[in-house]
């Protein structure tokens, strides 16, 4: 397993379009969060998934925001009409115990223009 | 309210020589996890020690150290001979009681000069 990976890496879109990323999580790690980041900024918590069940989401999460999680695998998070306050890196990062820290992807870097 | 704290928002180390990230943070949980991630430029983020709020030893992990100082409230790392691939940016981050997500610090910026 090569650890948790994010697609796209980056990706461009025009204001008001919709957006989906994926993320990959490490097989056996049944945790699976989201993270938003600004640059400067540490990351913020956006929601966590427990295999399939989505558990929490924050705020920040307006309903123009959805994450899901099939069968407890990979998880999806879309952007429905992207705004420019949408820019960021967005994180995804999976865990089994938090004992040994959580594994992040690399993010995907959303341009809204 | 739970806040995390990083005071220092840039730093410059010489190379080979010890620099000291300092992380204060507030809680009134008696259960809390202390992390802290690097991040380099290309912004994976990276794990590098972890320490338990009931753990009475601080964490060493090779070159990386946590100064836990549960009474301050404070959750400082070390690194000790800094090397130039040590340039990043590096975040404290803690988890609560019965609450997995992490919560993190604002950052501090650390450039190691040759």
């Known amino acids: 397993d090569t650890g948790v990976s994010q697609n796209p890496r980056h990706k461009i879109t025009k204001r008001g379009q919709n957006v989906t990323f994926r993320c990959d999580p490490i097989s056996e790690h049944n945790r699976l969060y989201w993270y938003r980041q600004t640059l400067g900024q540490g990351p913020e918590f956006l929601t966590y998934?427990?295999?399939?069940?989505?558990?929490?989401k924050s705020r920040l999460l307006s309903d123009r925001f959805s994450a899901e999680r099939p069968k407890g695998s990979f998880s999806t998070l879309e952007i429905q009409r992207t705004e420019q306050g949408d820019s960021a890196m967005y994180l995804c990062a999976s865990s089994q115990t938090e004992l040994y820290g959580y594994t992040f992807g690399s993010g995907t870097r959303l341009t809204v223009v | 309210a739970q806040k995390i704290t990083q005071t220092q928002p840039g730093m410059f180390v010489q190379e080979k020589e010890a620099v000291t990230l300092d992380c204060t943070y507030d809680?009134?949980?008696?259960?809390?996890?202390l992390f802290w991630y690097k991040q380099p430029s290309s912004g994976e983020m990276i794990f590098l020690i972890y320490?338990?709020?009931?753990?009475?030893q601080n964490a060493t992990e090779g070159r990386y150290s946590l100064n836990f100082q549960k009474a301050r409230k404070s959750a400082n790392l070390v690194i000790s001979a800094s090397q130039l691939g040590d340039s990043a940016m590096y975040f404290c981050?803690?988890?609560?009681?019965?609450?997995?997500?992490?919560?993190f610090g604002a950052g501090t910026t650390v450039t190691v000069r040759a």
């Open positions: 809680t009134s949980d008696q259960s809390y996890g």
């Open positions: 981050a803690m988890t609560f009681s019965n609450d997995y997500k992490l919560s």
């Open positions: 320490q338990g709020s009931y753990d009475e």
């Open positions: 998934f427990q295999n399939e069940a989505q558990l929490e």
